[in-house]
Nanobody, 126 residues
Framework: QVQLVESGGGLVQAGDSLRLSCAAS????????MGWFRQAPGKEREVVGV???????SSTDSVKGRFTISRDDFANTGYLQMDNLKPEDTAIYYC????????????????????WGQGTQVTVSS
């Protein structure tokens, strides 16, 4: 059974940076799509960005140029580097892994991902 554990969230000020980690066990990250999602209070869970098994990434417009997704295959850990944080980035952040082996195309919907971490809170004050 694949398990994902996020860490790295916290309370920061606008303009600060955070790096979230997503440690995987029970399965690899590098043969599957990995997604980062967030959910703000009263809002739907939305995609932040995804990394395909090949290493290609795609991110939502609101975080382009500020957030970067990466992966350490040796450590079986994914990362979300968040720079120049804004108050509107405040949310619970989740990492997720797909179940399709080396699928083509980008999957940006939460229903495309089978395995989820417990989430980590990111709060950005103005």
């Amino acid at each position: 059974q694949v398990q994902l554990v996020e860490s790295g969230g916290g309370l920061v000020q606008a303009g600060d940076s955070l790096r979230l980690s997503c440690a995987a066990s029970g399965g690899t990250l590098n043969d599957y799509d990995m997604g980062w999602f967030r959910q703000a209070p009263g809002k739907e869970r939305e995609v932040v960005g995804v990394m395909k098994w090949s290493g290609q990434t795609s991110s939502t417009d609101s975080v382009k140029g500020r957030f970067t997704i990466s992966r350490d295959d040796f450590a079986n850990t994914g990362y979300l580097q968040m720079d120049n944080l804004k108050p509107e980035d405040t949310a619970i952040y989740y990492c997720a892994r797909g179940s399709g082996y080396r699928q083509s195309g980008f999957r940006l919907g939460k229903n495309d991902y089978q395995y989820w971490g417990q989430g980590t809170q990111v709060t950005v004050s103005s």
